[in-house]
């Protein structure tokens, strides 16, 4: 580079003769230009050592021309490409390594280009000129394009580009396999031959409208595979518009929505619909008797209830095995449902114990005739026989019918009082149907005589613990107990729980009850571990009332405080729809329970509606199958099906899974197959006294 050439009359540094050839108004234009340019310009002797900065380059450094001497240009660009004072290269221009400065905490990145420096017609240069352009920028945008790049080719979501117009462009293999079309099949055509109707082509007037307004549009739609298959996809456009706004491009991406579509209705079934059946479950049923009670009363219309209940059903199971006795339930729900109307709910609440709903009627007539039409057409339905392993079986039904108002307006009460008729009815010689009546109630005084009784076996200490102990899942190995809750009164011996535990919690006695069950266990436990006994988990049935009833987590503490109990020994055991409650205060509940060291187990898994995404934000250990899927193994596929699924879905979530209710060798062998990880049930052992189970542990 000549001096005369690039007009860099700014050398101050030359001999003065020398100096003089150059006219101060060239001196100064050439100061000027250096001082307009962006670049960082330097030069510098031989040696490296600096002669002139301009002024970006004074700013950027912290120096004027004056100090520039006292430095060398390595000095100040340590990072330097080690060529660029080489001596054998001293005659030539180099464009030399990108140099990587750190600014302010700010990485940046200059272009740097060395210019040999010559006075006249030197031969040898006298220095060096220096240019460094700031390529920052440039990199930021290379890096860009090549991780867009990536994504673009490796995204698992299908995106295609189009031209300003609506035009493929571009497509990535995602959109490839996802659509089953290649590349040259869509380049050129518009989007819309993807879609799955032309109904749904037509709402693309609307989409780009909301892409013209906001820029970009996501939702749901319905395309097509080259096949023909329609499938669900969740549809992102983007409008992509340049440095000026003008339109660029659209890029569209699409995920294939039908495995998510799949297990949401997967899901649904299993939380709202029998598994054996297909009939609505009782969460549905409820849901749907509160909805219309809700309308009806609104509206001043009348709400039929009808509780069914098989007669004979149970000796049919008993002798013929569970796999008869599912294929009776099965057939009986086609039957009841060919009874109504489509606008009608039938639900299988349990076992063999039937539900109906139907549509509200504004008068009063008109919904008991319509009742009696429907409960005629059940009996009539059953008088046909079942045939079960080429045998000919027959059972009857009892029904019991509440209107809405006159019987109650709330759920609960309606079920109730239907269910008081149904077991009239069964009172009355079974194969019948009875309406509701108020005097009914005198056949509960029964009822009323345990619930008074119940108020003082708490005092009076009649209450005790049984304990079914629980094994691995090859059955020979005690690994722990499940705490069971008996009445032992004075009268009548000891009650079986299903007679006053639903007595309990409408007394509102389930949380003194229940803080009793977890006292009397701990104490047991800690009597135990006094004796020297090695003291396996016992499990407690925690009530909805008392998990909600608040200081759950002192109450606990202090009584493992009392009796001395290891709190490791202890295990709590809730269900599905105590959680979905109030799924905030049952997180933090649960939390702090686990802060105590507790093990928190969901008891009968699977019969209850729970969200899977909440599922496995709970601190939960154990998952506990609840025995009527245990019924159907392991004939019955669905309930294999389910109980595969649960042991699988527990184990991914590094949850244990114990299963209740195995009453068959066939039933223990299926689950230690599948690896369950624990089993209690009568084939095992039945619940015992504590003194009975305190010799297995010794």
């Not at 539900?355 to 039409?373: G, K, M, N, V, Y």
């Not at 009355?428 to 056949?443: D, H, L, P, T, V």
């Amino acid at each position: 580079m000549r001096m005369r050439d690039c007009g860099l009359a700014v050398i101050a540094w030359l001999p003065a003769p020398r100096r003089a050839i150059w006219h101060r108004r060239t001196l100064g234009f050439a100061a000027s230009a250096l001082g307009a340019i962006e670049e960082l310009v330097l030069i510098s002797g031989l040696d490296g050592r600096l002669r002139y900065l301009n002024p970006p380059a004074q700013e950027m450094f912290g120096l004027d021309n004056a100090d520039a001497g006292l430095y060398l240009l390595q000095e100040l660009l340590p990072g330097l490409d080690p060529r660029a004072l080489d001596v054998g290269q001293r005659s030539r221009d180099l464009a030399l390594e990108p140099l990587r400065t750190l600014q302010g905490g700010d990485v940046r990145f200059y272009s740097v280009t060395r210019r040999a420096l010559r006075i006249d017609d030197e031969q040898q240069p006298s220095g060096f000129v220096w240019v460094l352009r700031d390529i920052s920028q440039q990199r930021s945008a290379e890096k860009a394009l090549r991780m867009a790049a990536t994504v673009f080719e490796h995204s698992t979501a299908a995106i295609l580009v189009t031209d300003p117009g609506g035009s493929i462009v571009q497509v990535n293999d995602a959109f490839n396999r996802i659509t089953g079309y290649r590349d040259e099949e869509v380049v050129g055509q518009l989007p819309t031959f993807l879609s799955a109707d032309s109904q749904q082509a037509n709402q693309m007037h609307y989409v780009l409208m909301q892409i013209r307004e906001r820029g970009s549009w996501e939702g749901e739609f319905w395309l097509k595979r080259k096949n023909g298959e329609a499938y669900p996809c969740w549809v992102g456009i983007t409008a992509v518009r340049g440095e000026a706004q003008e339109l660029v491009s659209y890029v569209c991406f699409f995920n294939d929505m039908s495995e998510r579509k799949a297990s949401e209705q997967r899901i649904h079934r299993l939380a709202y619909y029998d598994a054996l059946t297909q009939l609505p479950n009782r969460t549905l049923f409820q849901d749907r008797l509160y909805n219309s009670l809700q309308q009806a009363g609104r509206r001043g219309d009348w709400v039929v209830l009808m509780f069914l209940d098989l007669d004979r059903f149970k000796p049919i199971n008993d002798s013929l095995g569970h796999a008869a006795g599912d294929s009776m339930l099965k057939d009986v729900a086609v039957r009841l449902a060919a009874c109504v109307d489509d606008d009608d709910t039938v639900a299988r609440m349990g076992g063999d114990e039937f539900t109906f709903l139907l549509r509200p009627c504004s008068q009063r007539d008109d919904a008991l005739r319509r009742a009696i039409r429907v409960a005629e057409d059940i009996l009539s339905s059953m008088t046909e026989p079942f045939v079960l392993s080429e045998r000919e079986f027959f059972v009857t039904a009892s029904i019991g019918i509440a209107l809405s108002p006159q019987d109650g307006a709330e759920s609960s009460q309606l079920m109730k009082n239907a269910d008081t008729a149904m077991y009239h009815a069964k009172e009355r010689g079974k194969n019948n149907f009875q309406f509701y009546q108020a005097e009914m109630n005198a056949s509960a005084l029964e009822r009323l005589e345990l619930e008074s009784d119940l108020r003082h076996a708490l005092e009076q200490r009649q209450f005790v613990l049984h304990y079914q102990p629980q094994f691995t899942s090859d059955g020979q190995r005690l690994t722990g107990a499940e705490a069971l809750l008996r009445w032992n009164h004075p009268r009548r011996g000891l009650v079986p729980p299903a007679e006053f535990i639903p007595a309990l919690e409408e007394l509102g006695l389930v949380v003194d009850v229940g803080d009793w069950v977890l006292a009397e266990a701990c104490r047991q436990i800690g009597s135990w571990r006094e004796m020297g006994l090695q003291v396996p988990k016992v499990a407690v049935n925690l009530s909805a009332r008392q998990f909600a009833s608040g200081q759950l987590g002192q109450r606990i503490a202090t009584i493992l405080a009392e009796t001395g109990s290891d709190s490791l020994s202890l295990e709590l055991e809730l269900t599905e729809s105590i959680l979905m409650q109030d799924v905030a205060q049952a997180m933090r509940s649960l939390t702090e329970l686990k802060q105590l060291g507790l093990s928190i187990a969901v008891d009968d898994f699977g019969t209850g509606y729970s969200s899977l995404n909440y599922l496995k934000q709970f601190p939960i250990d154990v998952l506990k199958i609840d025995g009527s899927f245990v019924d159907g193994l392991p004939e019955g596929e669905q309930d294999a099906q389910i109980a595969r699924a649960i042991i699988a879905m527990a184990h991914s979530l590094n949850m244990s899974v114990i299963a209740e209710g195995v009453e068959s060798q066939a039933q223990l062998d299926f689950l230690r197959c599948h690896g369950c990880n624990e089993v209690q049930g009568f084939f095992l052992a039945r619940p015992m006294s504590a003194e009975c189970f305190q010799a297995l542990l010794g």
